[in-house]
């Protein structure tokens, strides 16, 4: 069998890249190792699939070259991804910060890719593993690889001009995701930068963990602090931990061993409030001056947490110097994760394929003429709010021109 462009992985990248290079008249074959195709846009965004942001340049992902994405992002842009879904006539809503989701269902998006697909005569071959590959030529007008496949009816040898390499990273493995990839880099010798799971909730092991099982689905918004990053946004207690936009949005750039700050009441200066009601002479507890401002539940955990001593006695008898303590930690929570839940749910993958080997305008590793590696898999991971469909959509387009 042979083809002009061989797609390994049928996620959003792939995809794109497949219409790309089927617009060009390449002949064009995918082929998943799942049973069915864009399981992952199927689950993004709550099943709504949060597609792209308005908003989007280089400082909204993470890379050994911050540099890199910039040329790809460039040449597909959010508008010309908008432009395809309003020409299949997909209804859209912008959501905070700038995010897009479908209206009705991911399923549409997904639809949509296919339609495209089929219309282009891309052919895409589901549970289909790949045995090995093989370099056999360098010629651009031949066959330069060689992609043994393991179907359900055999193994099948496919010669292709093009290769390209979308079978995303080790994130949320139910989902198809898996390390193929990075072994065939290992194979050819190309660098990789560290992975590690991102966009994925952190777990405790201390009395921590305890207060957050009893919090469990209790919802706040914070201002979350980690290596010189902060974002604001909501923050979820669960039985296991902490999760929420603003949890995942920080552990882009948490290491393990490294402590978070949480803000609980980024508006407010809460040891100056509490000093100055002191002065005031307010005969009043704490937990009465700070019940309008907290949830009762979570109110109740940190008085346990940090003034079960002094609990009973009104602001009058408490010293300045304990009141500015206990003031501070609702300002600056330092907490010490444990670890994160992991691949199991991470959204994507930290690190991936060294982009120095990687051409940023073709998405070509530079010594491997027609190989391209394109979306997860690459050293480049976007903030939560479709920042990392943008750059699927945006490297497949630009492996697709090419390849």
């Not at 797609?7 to 497949?18: K, N, R, V």
């Not at 593993?129 to 992609?147: D, Q």
């Not at 539940?297 to 940090?306: G, K, N, V």
Request: glycine content about 8%; proline content about 3%.
């Amino acid at each position: 069998m042979k083809c002009d462009v061989l797609i390994l992985g049928g996620g959003a990248a792939g995809l794109m890249c497949a219409i790309t290079a089927a617009k060009r008249q390449q002949n064009v074959v995918v082929i998943e190792k799942s049973n069915k195709v864009g399981k992952k846009i199927l689950m993004s965004g709550g099943g709504r699939c949060n597609f792209t942001n308005l908003i989007v340049d280089a400082e909204h992902f993470i890379s050994n070259n911050p540099k890199f994405c910039k040329s790809a992002l460039k040449r597909f842009m959010p508008e010309d991804f908008i432009k395809m879904i309003e020409e299949h006539g997909i209804e859209y809503e912008e959501k905070k910060h700038r995010q897009l989701f479908c209206v009705n269902s991911s399923k549409d998006i997904l639809n949509m890719l296919l339609l495209e697909c089929s219309s282009l005569g891309v052919k895409i071959h589901t549970d289909c593993e790949v045995s090995s590959i093989k370099k056999i030529g360098i010629n651009e007008l031949k066959e330069r690889y060689e992609a043994t496949l393991h179907l359900s009816s055999g193994n099948r040898v496919v010669n292709t001009k093009s290769l390209v390499v979308a079978t995303g990273a080790l994130s949320i493995p139910t989902l198809g995701g898996s390390g193929f990839g990075y072994e065939l880099a290992k194979q050819l010798n190309l660098p990789l930068v560290t992975r590690q799971a991102s966009l994925v909730p952190f777990m405790f092991n201390d009395n921590v963990k305890n207060l957050c099982e009893e919090l469990s689905g209790l919802s706040v918004n914070v201002v979350v602090t980690a290596n010189k990053k902060q974002f604001e946004e909501s923050m979820l207690f669960t039985h296991r931990g902490l999760s929420g936009p603003a949890i995942l949005q920080i552990s882009n750039y948490w290491k393990p061993g490294d402590s978070i700050n949480i803000n609980l009441l980024p508006e407010i200066d809460v040891a100056s409030v509490l000093l100055n009601k002191k002065r005031g002479g307010q005969k009043i507890t704490l937990k009465r001056i700070l019940s309008p401002l907290l949830p009762k539940a979570l109110l109740f955990q940190l008085e346990e947490l940090w003034w079960s001593n002094l609990k009973d006695l009104n602001l009058s008898e408490i010293s300045d110097s304990s009141l500015r303590s206990i003031g501070n930690q609702f300002n600056k929570w330092s907490l010490k994760p444990s670890s994160t839940e992991g691949y199991r749910t991470a959204e994507v993958t930290l690190g991936g394929i060294d982009t120095s080997v990687i051409n940023s305008k073709t998405m070509e590793i530079k010594n491997y003429p027609g190989l391209f590696f394109i979306g997860e898999v690459v050293d480049v991971t976007g903030h939560l709010g479709g920042y990392n469909f943008q750059w699927a959509w945006a490297s497949g387009f630009s492996a697709g021109q090419f390849a």
